[in-house]
């Protein structure tokens, strides 16, 4: 080589193995900075599914929270390993930040330690309010109303918490319940059943540990001393967190009544395994209760031989303002009053002074006695007590006595089984809070001018108006079938079709009544309920919509408008235990502390959660690749800042063969859009600019507000603030392939895309998130521009303001025009969030885009119930 080769600027040729050499490491970086994103867009996603459930609108289990945010780990984790690849500086630093913070979320997510010491078994004599811990609030609070109040309550003994977990660790038994819950998708009801299924047969197949057995049959056997005989016992639930108030969890565990001896060890496991029931589950999680909190005490008493029995309500419990006291009464055992089988008595007390306002009395015709062995047996009632009163008013008026001295000494109403021997002497069986609703006043009688209903009469279990298809649930595997926002119909009000009232908008049913365990779970879940509705259940079709109106005892064929009055979502998750958990972790997870990347704070020991560790990540990435070009012997894979007439800058990286042959080779360092070979990037870009922005839409005083408001809590926001608002727009593309990251305005959108011949590799992925205005008109724009998208083949989701959307196996002529649409949208939605509490503006604008995609030679649809426009006229403009 000559001297002047040696000179600083003297530009030395490559040899064709350098150039191979470099276009192979760019390849390596290339793939670990697509598969960056690609963690990154997945973690984008969870994030925004977390916000969702932490707005408490849709049940879900501890289950679902512990994978969630193990997904969102893994992703990032994703991110941080492909950076390192890319980065490796500060990556040491970078995974020991991360594993703080995965350290905080475990703390959280860890269930916590429960009392496993202590007796096996107590004496029921001996138990109060304070052996909550030990026995369960059902058979703690039947204790101390014993006690205080000198009430006549049966004799027996508990089998206690510390006694399940000494169960549950048998066999470890209790580690393959937790692995096959945690196998199980909790909204996969089929999967579900078998869960169910699955773990209460292991359970009854699980012999008892000797001690425990040995303390149980000793139990039994020190009362049948103290009494003088050998009794029959009702073996009864006495779960943690069951019969408090919000969650009864009524009738979702098992009871098991008069058992003897030989019977009892049995029973016992029969009652734990009720636990993993099917509608017990659905309970837990529709509450927001992890089944960690959930041990199972079992209460183990003498049946009272009981000439009438039923349930005693100090208050009603479907109007607030109604201070009588409710009493549901049968003959016999009260087990058809709570599982909602048979025809009930029912007495209104007033209470100063006691009298009785109101009788209805039934045409009842069987009742349940205890049977000559074990169990029960249901026997014919003769003509004469078939329509007499269960309960004569003296007995009513005892029972409504006890009932009011019973929510004294609580303080709060109460809910109240009870059983009267023959000689009138009144037993107290159970009592827990009391949960009350108050009617919504939007009944027939308050609107007034409805159609004739269908079908009328009944009894109000639990009030309000419902809308949806019919569906008749005649046994268990119809649950698998029921539709979402279904009005379940049955013959019988049964405990176990609790578990499908999170998916009903309202239940009817021929037999029952408020006092049974299903409309108490309705009540809870704010689920109209009209039950004793007699041929309801060969009345209707399934699939017949059908409107409930449980206050005014009416139902309606199709949707009666005037009763639809809107009702707030209710966030049934908000103050649950699974909630708390999943709010606690989002602490760790979704704040985002590092906002500048120009601070010298925008580093890994800076990291507080995984939203920053995400942040790190995608920046540190970016810059990496838009930088690699900047050496001189890397050329070839430089960015290039797009020469294109815009105000805004944008910068293309060539992956690959995104740029015409003649600009790769002499290595400038912008590029005209005429010299982009990408496919995919040159439709975008067509869609971003074929009708020109005409500036923000016109906007009333609130939505103004609402942006100014936005704007001065947002440090982010401010636009002279240099934040990461404020950051390039750059395209990285490939001849079949393109991917842009940008913000336009105040929000962030994202494009990725393949386009080839091979047509079932082909798709197009959009991501939307931000603005300036407040949460809800954010919100509303992610749902307008989702449903624009759905119209057009895509699939969509919407976490909050943060919108998904993608569509796929499209041929490149399709998927041109739909890339189009993108670039559209990406130009015209800005600001957009300031008018989406207008429906009329939001009208109009819907219809110009719509109007405006047919350039791009798009099918657009017909709106739903619009009329083709008259010759010569465009046709009334619908609300959205």
Not at 21 to 45: C, G, P, S, W
Not at 538 to 543: A, P, T
């Amino acid at each position: 080589m000559g001297w002047l080769d040696w000179l600083p600027w003297k530009k030395r040729k490559r040899t064709p193995e350098e150039i191979a050499e470099i276009r192979r490491m760019f390849a390596i970086r290339y793939d670990h900075f697509r598969l960056l994103i690609q963690a990154n867009t997945r973690a984008h996603e969870l994030i925004g599914e977390l916000e969702e459930a932490l707005r408490g609108f849709t049940p879900f289990g501890m289950q679902y929270v512990q994978t969630l945010c193990t997904r969102i780990s893994t992703s990032i984790y994703q991110m941080v390993r492909h950076l390192g690849d890319l980065h490796p500086r500060g990556q040491a630093e970078l995974m020991r930040a991360m594993q703080a913070i995965n350290e905080k979320i475990m703390a959280v997510l860890t269930p916590e330690e429960h009392l496993e010491s202590g007796a096996l078994v107590i004496d029921l004599a001996r138990i109060g309010r304070d052996h909550v811990d030990l026995c369960g609030p059902k058979m703690a609070m039947l204790g101390e109303a014993g006690r205080a109040l000198d009430l006549s309550i049966p004799s027996g003994f508990v089998v206690t918490v510390a006694a399940y977990h000494r169960f549950a660790q048998s066999r470890d038994m209790g580690v393959e319940i937790n692995r096959l819950i945690t196998a199980t998708d909790e909204k996969d009801r089929a999967a579900v059943f078998k869960t169910s299924s699955d773990i209460m047969q292991m359970i009854m197949d699980t012999p008892l540990p000797r001690e425990l057995a040995d303390a149980i049959l000793g139990a039994y056997d020190s009362l049948a001393v103290e009494l003088g005989f050998e009794p029959e016992l009702a073996v009864r639930s006495s779960a943690l967190g069951e019969d408090v108030e919000g969650s009864s969890f009524a009738g979702q565990y098992r009871s098991v009544l008069n058992v003897d001896r030989a019977a009892l060890l049995d029973a016992y496991r029969e009652v734990v395994a009720s636990k993993y029931s099917r509608q017990a589950m659905a309970y837990r999680m529709n509450h927001g209760i992890p089944d960690t909190d959930v041990a199972m005490s079992v209460g183990c008493m003498t049946m009272v031989d009981a000439v009438a029995g039923g349930v005693a309500y100090s208050r009603s419990p479907v109007n607030v303002r109604d201070e009588h006291v409710s009493i549901h009464s049968v003959w016999g055992l009260p087990k058809p009053v709570v599982d909602g089988t048979t025809e009930i008595d029912e007495f209104d007390v007033s209470r100063d002074p006691l009298a009785v306002d109101r009788s209805a009395v039934a045409d009842k015709t069987v009742r349940y006695v205890c049977g000559d062995d074990t169990g029960v047996c249901r026997e014919d009632l003769s003509d004469e007590r078939q329509k007499a009163p269960s309960l004569t008013e003296e007995q009513i008026l005892a029972v409504a006595r006890e009932a009011i001295r019973i929510e004294e000494l609580f303080g709060t109403p109460q809910d109240i089984e009870w059983a009267m021997t023959r000689n009138n002497e009144f037993h107290l069986l159970q009592c827990r809070p009391l949960m009350q609703v108050t009617p919504e006043g939007n009944s027939a009688k308050a609107v007034g001018g409805l159609p004739a209903p269908v079908m009328s009469g009944g009894r109000v279990a639990s009030p309000g108006v419902g809308v949806g298809p019919a569906f008749t649930v005649r046994k268990d595997v119809d649950a698998l079938s029921f539709p979402d926002g279904g009005v379940m119909i049955l013959k019988q009000a049964l405990p176990s079709r609790a578990a499908l009232l999170d998916r009903c908008s309202a239940v009817v049913a021929e037999q029952g009544g408020m006092a049974g365990h299903l409309a108490n779970v309705a009540r809870e879940f704010g689920v109209p309920a009209l039950f004793g509705l007699k041929g309801a259940v060969d009345r209707f079709e399934n699939g017949a919509i059908l409107t409930v109106d449980a206050d005014g005892r009416s139902i309606y064929q199709g949707a009666v408008e005037p009763l639809l009055v809107e009702r707030p979502r209710q966030r049934i998750m908000r103050g649950s235990p699974v909630h708390a958990a999943l709010r606690q972790a989002a602490r760790h997870i979704v704040r985002l502390n590092l906002t500048d990347p120009e601070s010298p704070d925008f580093r890994p020991e800076k990291c507080r959660t995984l939203h920053d560790v995400m942040r790190y990540c995608h920046e540190k990435a970016v810059v990496e690749m838009f930088e690699f070009g900047t050496n001189e012997d890397y050329i070839e894979a430089a960015s290039r800042q797009l020469i294109c007439g815009v105000p805004k800058q944008f910068w293309v990286l060539n992956l690959d063969d995104g740029f015409e042959p003649d600009v790769r080779e002499r290595g400038d360092r912008c590029v005209l859009l005429e010299q982009v070979a990408s496919f995919p990037m040159r439709a975008l870009w067509e869609g971003m600019q074929a009708v020109p922005w005409e500036g923000p839409p016109p906007v009333h005083a609130r939505g103004l507000m609402s942006v100014m408001f936005e704007a001065t809590t947002n440090p982010n926001l401010v636009t002279a603030a240099g934040t990461h608002y404020t950051q390039k727009n750059y395209f990285m593309v490939s001849k079949n392939y393109c991917s842009l990251q940008s913000r336009f305005g105040f929000h962030f959108c994202g494009v990725e895309s393949l386009v080839s011949e091979r047509v079932s590799e082909n798709y197009a992925s959009f991501q939307f998130k931000g603005g300036a205005a407040n949460a809800e008109r954010r919100i509303l724009r992610a749902r307008f521009v989702g449903d624009l998208l759905e119209e057009f083949d895509f699939r969509v989701r919407v976490r909050e303001d943060n919108l998904f959307a993608r569509v796929e196996g499209l041929a490149r002529e399709s998927m041109g025009k739909r890339l189009k649409m993108l670039g559209y949208l990406i130009t015209h939605t800005r600001q957009l969030d300031m008018i989406m509490t207008d429906k009329a503006a939001v009208a109009r604008r819907r219809q110009r885009f719509l109007d405006d995609f047919k350039m791009f030679g798009l099918n657009v649809p017909q709106a739903v119930g619009e009329e083709p426009p008259a010759a010569g006229g465009r046709g009334e403009e619908n609300p959205l």
